[in-house]
């Protein structure tokens, strides 16, 4: 017996192999530009809304002592998470020195480079009740849903431009 293994092509094969190695020019950076302009549009929807998408639920409001300092302090204030509008604008301006637009062939990263942010955003905070969740860095489900259907579609597009046929299956 033999631990040697010889793989014979056909010629359809080689010419399939041929395809998809062009493939190797594919990349998502164009649907990722988009997909960022429609993540911070997501993100200014939930910063005036004032609560997470999808979940019909509001913020909890502020605390009365806080909201009264905050109304004398911050009078221009324009509503929850947005005392100096540092964190809001992280997130929905892609100028902006702390926001986060990261975008590579196959990944991108979207998000807020303001510390304090996670602290608002994250289950992993362990004095829950302070500062209370607010969930705004999660887009809602339909959103993700047409992300991720941009991403499908930009593939099925790169394989078709290279000749393959392409079918959806459902299982």
């Known amino acids: 017996m033999t631990d040697k293994l010889e793989l014979v092509l056909t010629p359809e094969s080689r010419i399939l192999i041929s395809k998809i190695s062009k493939v190797g020019n594919f990349s998502l950076d164009k649907t990722f530009e988009q997909l960022g302009v429609s993540y911070r549009k997501e993100m200014k929807a939930i910063f005036m809304k004032q609560q997470p998408r999808g979940a019909g639920l509001r913020w909890a409001p502020l605390n009365p002592a806080y909201a009264a300092w905050k109304a004398t302090n911050y009078p221009d204030a324009k509503g929850i998470l947005r005392r100096t509008?540092?964190?809001y604008?992280?997130?929905?301006?892609?100028?902006?020195?702390?926001n986060i637009t990261i975008i590579q062939r196959f990944k991108a990263s979207f998000g807020s480079r303001v510390p304090y942010g996670i602290f608002h955003d994250s289950t992993d905070n362990p004095n829950r009740s302070h500062p209370p969740m607010r969930n705004f860095s999660i887009p809602g489900e339909n959103s993700i849903k047409g992300m991720l259907k941009s991403v499908e579609s930009a593939y099925i597009q790169s394989f078709q431009a290279h000749g393959f046929t392409v079918q959806r299956v459902f299982i």
């Open 85 to 87: 509008d540092r964190l």
């Open 89 to 98: 604008d992280s997130m929905t301006n892609k100028n902006n020195t702390e």
